[in-house]
């Protein structure tokens, strides 16, 4: 029977054989929900990069670039890391390079030995669920974290995630159990649950309560984003 299991920082993921595995990257706060919205929106591709100087040199490409660091955008570059930025036409048909504190680096990990990279959010839940139940591999769910730390919103996507796979896929280990756990408690006021983690705390200092609302709401898109080479796309 395929597994699927859930490794909650990419500081972890040495721990992982992901040879076998689709990899869906989750950094609900906010990379992955910009990624999701962006592809949703009509972007053609979205490639992810671990440094902001990576992220630069595609910029003198020619690619629209987002910087994000300390949940802030970094000086010199067109989009910050809110998924309402990735809602304008400009960008439609448009391909976008991105880095982000956690999320592009978590991507960037997983991609040398995964069978699959997917992106993951609540906004394509489901859609990223039914793709999954079609695969005949094993899935890890990477949390993207906060530099190395657990975070609370990512572990509950993963959790969603789970729960919805527990009929076609085997819970390997107590991560993957214990967010799924945490996802039956808070499922039904996500923003509740929330509203005194560490990352949610620090966007409300920046002002950004509507990205933090926007972010939990499930299934809005039936898109999944796959990593082609390096760059993301709509499949």
Not at 77 to 93: A, I, K, Q, T, W
Not at 150 to 173: C, P, Q, S
């Amino acid at each position: 029977m395929k597994s699927i299991d859930v490794c909650l920082t990419p500081d972890l993921l040495h721990l992982h054989a992901i040879d076998n595995t689709i990899v869906v990257v989750a950094d609900i706060f906010r990379a992955t929900s910009c990624m999701v919205t962006g592809l949703a929106y009509g972007i053609e591709s979205i490639t992810p990069v671990a440094t902001v100087e990576e992220c630069y040199a595609y910029q003198q490409k020619g690619y629209f670039a987002a910087a994000e660091r300390n949940a802030l955008k970094v000086e010199g570059f067109e989009l910050d890391n809110s998924p309402f930025s990735y809602m304008d036409d400009r960008l439609v048909g448009g391909h976008v390079a991105m880095t982000t504190t956690n999320g592009t680096l978590s991507i960037t990990k997983a991609k040398a030995d995964a069978v699959k990279v997917l992106v993951g959010a609540f906004l394509n839940l489901g859609a990223v669920a039914n793709y999954l139940q079609s695969q005949s591999y094993d899935v890890l769910v990477l949390c993207a974290g906060w530099k190395g730390r657990v975070n609370l919103e990512d572990t509950l996507f993963a959790g969603a995630l789970v729960e919805a796979l527990k009929e076609e896929y085997m819970i390997a280990e107590d991560s993957a159990l214990m967010a799924m756990r945490a996802y039956q408690q808070a499922k039904d006021d996500l923003l509740g649950y929330v509203s005194n983690s560490s990352h949610v705390r620090r966007l409300q200092r920046l002002g950004i309560q509507k990205d933090i609302s926007y972010c939990l709401q499930r299934d809005l898109y039936d898109v999944v984003p796959i990593l082609r080479g390096s760059t993301l796309v709509a499949m």
